[in-house]
């Protein structure tokens, strides 16, 4: 009572100072009982107690103002002052009944709404916001609620599925409450509620279920075909139960195993191999007699366990090196071994040399007891130009049952090394090679051997080139040979001249195909000698060798001329000569000798002189 609200004030534009014309007087004209105003200052306050918003929430409050202190005959003035109540939180939510109803089929999935109770509370905005929660009890734990927001209401979730063959009903209490509340307004009460609710289950056809969730087996890889290695159990929990039938997923291509449709039993359907598939993935469906459309799934898990049918191999590489400056008990090698049948971590294997390599006196073999061994020397060096290659047996057994073994052969080369073990070379090549070159110098001993050998035989390929040009030249030179004699021929033993023996047998001539042609060069014509009446070779051999030239395609396209000439007494051609020519020299006609230039012009002289004696003889 008596709270403030507002304070209004009005102006009068009288002179204050002249009586009372300007002296102003507030009144309420409207909105009593509910305020009242201070007639001197005008300051409005609440005139009632416990107001209340839900009852009445606007206000519309008529004040006047008026002068002349409020006397009659003083002028007055109006206004209207509108009041709004704000909310507080002094209403608790309340149940509009004590007890819900929900029913729920016993199919719905964890997590889905089942249902919704409301609490009302007439506060506004956040003094009417509600939180719900279940108090304690039975079914505490298969059931949740929470707020929805936008309407107040509270929504019941399912925490755990239902099963009305093993309950049919739950009953629990909800408590609704206020979120903010107004410490002003304890005594009014606790600001919150409770009603019951009661879930009824519904019943409904479902599938068979499993008795796990998953199944897991085993089974060893040489089992027979048709072995049983486990069973499904599915049951149908209805009221009216009804038989169930086991059938392999037909997405499922696996034909290694088949179930028995009514037992549900899973036998080998095929021999299995580990090695190749060590695992199996199935899917069983359970379907309804009465309703084969209701149906579960279940996922089998099968191990194929191992059978110790592979023996162990040696997992070094079958070839290895060893230096030739080995000492006795220097380990050259660590090799270690691998089973096909499971993996090495469940593995013992042991290395051994074969019974009969036992005294081997080059190599041993040492086990470390932990699935591998070294490869050790026993001798002190190992001269690589007496043996390059030595051969060990290795014999590495198992430790499953039944044992398995096998027997390796390495391969150990022997390779030149320096001091510090580090292999230099295991070519053969490199055996006979002195052990102070390095490879950088026999790589240039090689170059500097190749390009003497490059040398050589350019220097023979010029050579050749050289005499094939001389040969060229003189088989292309087609002129004859003119031989100058400044001395008197030296008859029949003279031979360094022509060979003309050969013109008295055409066949020797026919043989030589060598041609010695030249073009004719433009001379003053020679009188005709008259030709000797023993010629008659010569004259056949030159028309043979002109006929043979007049039809051969390859001739040059020019005349050729051979001169033949041979001087002195007994030759076998006899003389060709005028001077012991059988006819009378008389018959010589010398006059064309002046014809052939002043190098013959002595002997024309001569020649002539001796016609013109003769002719005065005669």
């Known amino acids: 009572l008596g709270a403030y609200v507002l304070q209004v004030k009005a102006t009068d534009a009288d002179d204050p100072t002249y009586g009372s014309s300007a002296r102003v007087v507030y009144s309420i004209l409207q909105g009593q009982p509910y305020f009242s105003i201070d007639p001197k200052t005008g300051v409005i306050r609440t005139a009632l107690p416990n107001m209340d918003r839900e009852v009445k929430e606007q206000y519309q409050v008529l004040i006047q103002a008026k002068d002349m202190g409020g006397q009659l005959g003083g002028l007055a003035g109006t206004t209207t002052v509108n009041i709004t109540l704000t909310d507080v939180n002094d209403n608790p939510p309340r149940f509009p009944k004590s007890i819900f109803y929900v029913k729920v089929p016993e199919s719905s999935p964890v997590g889905s709404p089942i249902g919704r109770i409301n609490a009302v509370d007439p506060d506004f ?57 107004d410490h002003h307004f304890n005594s009014v009460g606790p600001f919150k509620d409770t009603a019951t609710v009661k879930i009824n289950v519904l019943d409904v056809d479902e599938p068979p279920v499993f008795s796990k969730t998953f199944y897991t087996m085993e089974v060893y890889e040489d089992t027979p075909v048709g072995t049983i290695i486990g069973a499904v159990t599915a049951q149908d929990l209805d009221i009216g139960t009804s038989p169930v039938r086991y059938s392999l997923d037909a997405n499922d291509m696996n034909n290694n195993f088949s179930v028995d449709p009514i037992e549900g039993t899973i036998a080998t359907n095929e021999l299995l191999d580990r090695e190749s598939t060590a695992q199996f993935n199935l899917s069983i469906i359970a379907s309804k007699m009465s309703n084969p459309q209701l149906t579960s799934l279940v996922q089998i898990i099968i191990h194929v366990l191992d059978v110790n049918e592979f023996p162990p191999e040696v997992t070094v590489p079958y070839e290895i090196s060893a230096c030739d400056n080995s000492k006795p008990g220097q380990i050259i090698q660590i090799i270690g071994a691998a089973d096909k049948d499971m993996s090495p971590a469940g593995q013992k294997f042991s290395f051994r040399m074969p019974p009969d390599g036992s005294t081997n006196p080059n190599f041993t073999i040492h086990d470390y007891k ?132 050969a013109l008295r047998n055409p066949k020797v001539i026919e043989d030589n195909n060598v041609r010695r042609d030249i073009k004719p060069e433009p001379l003053c014509e020679p009188r005709q000698k008259p030709s000797a009446e023993y010629n008659s070779d010569i004259r056949d051999f030159i028309n043979e060798r002109l006929q043979e030239h007049d039809v051969d395609p390859n001739a040059p396209p020019y005349d050729s001329l051979a001169t033949y000439a041979y001087e002195g007494s007994g030759s076998v051609a006899e003389s060709l000569s005028s001077i012991e020519s059988l006819r009378m020299e008389t018959d010589q006609n010398y006059d064309f000798l002046s014809d052939w230039g002043p190098r013959f012009k002595l002997l024309a002289e001569m020649f002539g002189e001796e016609n013109y004696n003769a002719g005065n003889i005669t």
């Open 125 to 181: 905005g956040k003094n009417a916001e509600i939180e719900y929660s279940i108090v304690p009890g039975d079914g505490g734990n298969l059931f949740d609620i929470k707020t929805d927001n936008n309407t107040q209401e509270g929504i019941l979730i399912l925490k755990k599925p239902l099963d009305f063959e093993t309950k049919k009903a739950y009953t629990f209490k909800v408590e609704a409450s206020n979120i903010h509340v």
């Open 370 to 501: 932990n699935n591998s061994a070294g490869i050790v020397a026993q001798r002190h060096g190992y001269s690589r130009r007496q043996k390059e290659f030595y051969l060990l047996p290795v014999v590495v057994e198992d430790s499953s049952y039944p044992i398995q073994s096998s027997t390796s052969t390495l391969t150990i080369r022997v390779c030149r090394c320096d001091s510090r073990g580090v292999v230099l070379s295991c070519n053969v090549e490199a055996i006979f090679l002195p052990v102070g070159l390095s490879t950088g110098a026999l790589i240039a001993i090689l170059l500097c051997i190749i390009i003497l050998l490059v040398i050589v035989v350019l220097y023979v390929a010029l050579r050749r080139q050289k005499k094939k040009d001389g040969l060229m030249t003189s088989k292309e030179d087609i002129r004859d040979n003119v031989i100058h004699y400044d001395d008197e021929g030296g008859g029949e033993e003279d031979t360094q001249a022509f060979d003309i023996g």
